[in-house]
């Protein structure tokens, strides 16, 4: 099968912000709303999200050939749940603590956009060298997102970040509301009219 389209590393480049997963293609929006209430939770869902999408992607590209159009979807939501279980055991058995906090939402990753609208668009059609660089950088761009909501919610909401005393309790009581779900959609409207207006302002600078 031939490969086409774009390079390896622009499929790397382009999932950290031009086709960000989060801010420009509005994917995976479950997690980021549920998990963001602290960067350790965050972190956790966005390492397990990319060990499972850099798997999958790895995997549907080496049998890409002998995908069948009728039977696609089934290999790549089977393909997936076997990473997402192996990455969900494992958090369960070395951090069950944390496992306990992301509650269903470690299994939920099965359903993720992000993972399986990459195997469609990008690792059935290309080589493995190229589909590892895409998921790579969807996965990169993904973590960039969480991580910047996480940050934003968990210091003006208890004053910490990775659960280490930023803010004084002094001089800022922490805004409770912020690591409730409505922080999480505050949060996400902010940053993401923020990333709208970087990408508009750089379009018109292209254009002027």
């Keep these: 099968m031939r ?6 590393l622009e499929r790397f480049l382009n999932g950290i912000l031009p086709e960000n997963p989060i801010y420009r293609q509005f994917l995976g929006m479950c997690p980021t709303l549920a998990v963001t209430n602290g960067m350790k939770s965050a972190m956790t869902m966005a390492l397990a999200t990319t060990f499972v999408l850099v798997c999958a992607n790895v995997i549907v590209s080496l049998i890409r ?7 696609r979807i089934l290999v790549f939501t089977l ?5 997402v279980t192996i990455a969900d055991k494992f958090i369960a058995a070395y951090m069950y ?6 509650g269903p ?8 956009c992000i993972i399986i609208g990459r ?12 589909s590892l660089a895409d998921a790579l950088g969807q996965g990169l761009g993904f973590t960039l997102a969480l991580a910047s909501i996480a940050t934003v919610r968990e210091l003006l909401g208890a004053g910490t970040w990775f659960d280490l005393p930023v803010l004084s309790p002094m001089n800022w ?7 409730l779900p409505p ?10 009219g923020l990333a709208n207006k970087v990408v508009a302002w750089k379009e018109a600078k292209q254009v002027g």
């Design 119 to 130: 195997c469609e668009a990008c690792s059935s059609k290309q080589g493995v060298f190229t």
């Design 173 to 179: 009581p922490g805004w409770v509301i912020m690591i």
């Design 3 to 8: 490969d086409d389209g774009p390079t390896p």
């Design 183 to 192: 922080g999480a959609f505050f949060t996400l409207g902010l940053l993401l």
């Design 105 to 112: 939402y470690l299994p939920l990753i099965i359903v993720n």
């Design 65 to 71: 050939g002998l995908l069948k159009p009728h039977l």
């Design 97 to 102: 603590d944390m496992s306990k906090q992301l």
């Design 79 to 83: 393909t997936i749940a076997t990473f």
